[in-house]
């Protein structure tokens, strides 16, 4: 089923991701291929001059918190005051919303970053309270669009920008760029870019085109930055340059915990602490929200798998009172277990069911619960995530039509894992091979780390690993080589002497000087 690999092979498929080649920084569009992009700043530049109280509303996920600190830093950085808020998950909901509009009386310029596409109520009554507001967000379009005096959105029709797939914190930092321009200053925007490269990589936007250019410009920023807050992580997880993948697992789960398991401003605070003291603390509290947040997710993701219906096209679980924060997570962890998209749904006192979608696979989410919507209190989201809210005497009609949805929608069924590579036998496995896919790096959403498959392969040793044996660690024999692997979040049983098939990746394990080859293990068959 999968062709030999070699590395001139391997070379080609991986250059063949990149249509448009490797772009740099030079590439970027200018800020005003933005529809609305010079109107805002016109409107901004305005605000400052009067000394109009501005309010910048923004989201509790990572792009969400990045987005927020990006504008905060940038007005304390020209000395203008601000007010900001992060809408509580639990209290508020998501984005601007009616909830918030007390809080944000007796501004007279709202700016949302992130969010704000799908807020038609609430930008009605921010018009009835006085309120002039710029929506800047990356999400799809409703049928209906709020009214506001600018809407900075790459999806709109008539907007000029050339790239789809960008995020909120993207065009925050676009929105200080002509800002910037239009004020006459001269600030430097690569500390800027660090934290826009943090909300791309978290908000799993594909990584080719400017994307890619952003992220390896912010990392690499990001690795001599003397941001406190990038310091004091950096020195907790022993680490002389970041990765991708350290943000991808390790940060972006950290600024998450905040708002999934009390309040995302927590998090603005860390990115934005003026010293190391104050950035230790705030780390601390935040890994101390991840370690819940993780026990958490763990035993609702238990809850969820027991009550699955497996033979559903779209898995839709529900439960009383299930904690909100965690059911996006949850949903993404069901969905590669069952290889199928997964919706989870916590209910309130009140009967109403709230909660997150992920897809799978080739399946646009989005799309097929768009479709839906009729049953639905609110909905919003992209084509891998969704977030949803129903009345509970809805859920049967809605789980029903989602199934219906699904199959008129005519999926494809990839029989065949895209992102393996072909077969590799043990002997192709060398730094040389390292080195080819290290040129393509970094990897992530629509540039994924490139998978092998190798077959008749003798596990001549399995052991647990980690704190609680979570993780299980093997010797790996073929054709007379030995290759040490890891397989995380796997409570599995292997014997010695088993023949098998492993799908896995190939990293470079530095240790004491010392650096040797390893498999990342995907599955064993």
């Known amino acids: 089923m999968y062709p030999p690999v070699t590395l001139d092979a391997l070379d080609i498929m991986l250059q063949k991701r990149f249509k448009e080649g490797f772009l740099s920084l030079k590439d970027l569009p200018h800020p005003s291929t933005f529809k609305d992009m010079e109107k805002a700043t016109e409107r901004i530049v305005r605000a400052i001059k009067n ?56 501004t007279e310029l709202a700016i949302t970053v992130d969010n704000g596409i799908s807020a038609v109520y609430a930008a009605q009554l921010c018009k009835e309270e006085g ?14 669009v709020p009214e506001a005096y600018a809407i900075i959105d790459q999806k709109q029709e008539t907007c000029t920008f050339p790239y789809e797939e960008v995020c909120g914190a993207q065009i925050a930092w676009y929105l200080i760029a002509s800002l910037k321009n239009a004020l006459g200053i001269k600030i430097d925007m690569m500390p800027y870019m660090e934290l826009a490269a943090i909300a791309i990589i978290a908000d799993v936007m594909p990584l080719r085109h ?40 390790f940060l972006a789960p950290l600024i998450n915990a905040a708002g999934r398991m009390e309040d995302a401003s927590h998090a603005v605070d860390f990115l934005a602490s003026a010293n190391i003291y104050d950035a230790r603390v705030r780390l601390e509290r935040l890994m101390e929200f991840n370690r819940l947040r993780k026990e958490t997710e763990e035993q609702i993701t238990q809850y969820a798998l027991n009550k699955a219906r497996r033979e559903d096209e779209v898995i839709i679980v529900e439960g009383k009172e299930w904690h909100e924060g965690v059911v996006g ?57 969704i977030g949803l809210s129903l009345k509970k005497d809805r859920l049967d009609a809605f789980r029903k039509e989602v199934q219906d949805a699904y199959l008129r929608a005519n999926v494809p069924v990839e029989e065949v894992d895209t992102e393996i590579m072909g077969e590799l036998s043990f002997s192709e496995i060398s730094f040389a091979l390292t080195e ?90």
């Open 51 to 106: 000394k109009e109280k501005i309010t910048i509303i923004g989201d509790y996920d990572v792009d969400g918190v990045t987005s927020t600190t990006l504008m905060k830093l940038f007005f304390d950085e020209i000395d203008y005051p601000v007010a900001w808020i992060i809408p509580n998950r639990f209290r508020d909901g998501y984005g601007l919303s009616a909830n918030i509009i007390p809080r944000i009386e007796g």
């Open 210 to 249: 400017i994307n890619r250019a952003m992220v390896i410009a912010g990392i690499a920023s990001l690795s001599k930055s003397q941001r406190p807050a990038i310091r004091a992580f950096m020195e907790e997880n022993g680490k002389s340059e970041l990765t991708s993948e350290d943000i991808a697992f």
């Open 436 to 525: 080819t896919v290290r040129k393509y790096e970094p990897y992530g959403q629509g540039n994924p780390r490139p998978k092998f498959i190798s077959r008749n392969v003798e596990i001549l040793q399995a052991d647990t690993m980690g704190k609680e044996g979570e993780h299980l660690r093997f010797s790996l024999l073929q054709d007379g080589i030995v290759i040490p692997a890891v397989k995380f979040k796997s409570k599995a049983l292997y014997h010695e002497g088993d023949k098998v098939t492993v799908i896995y990746t190939v990293n470079e394990n530095h240790f004491r000087g010392k650096v040797t080859l390893q498999l990342m293990i995907d599955k064993i068959r």
């Open 329 to 385: 997570i949850v949903a993404a962890r069901v969905a590669r277990i069952f290889e199928k998209p997964c919706i989870v749904l916590s209910e309130n006192e009140e009967g109403l069911l709230k909660g997150s979608g992920r897809s799978y696979g080739e399946c646009d989410l989005f799309d097929i619960v768009d479709g839906c919507r009729a049953y639905l209190e609110k909905f919003g989201g992209h084509r891998a995530a």
């Open 131 to 144: 309120i002039e507001l710029i929506i800047t967000d990356h999400h799809m379009l409703a049928p209906e």
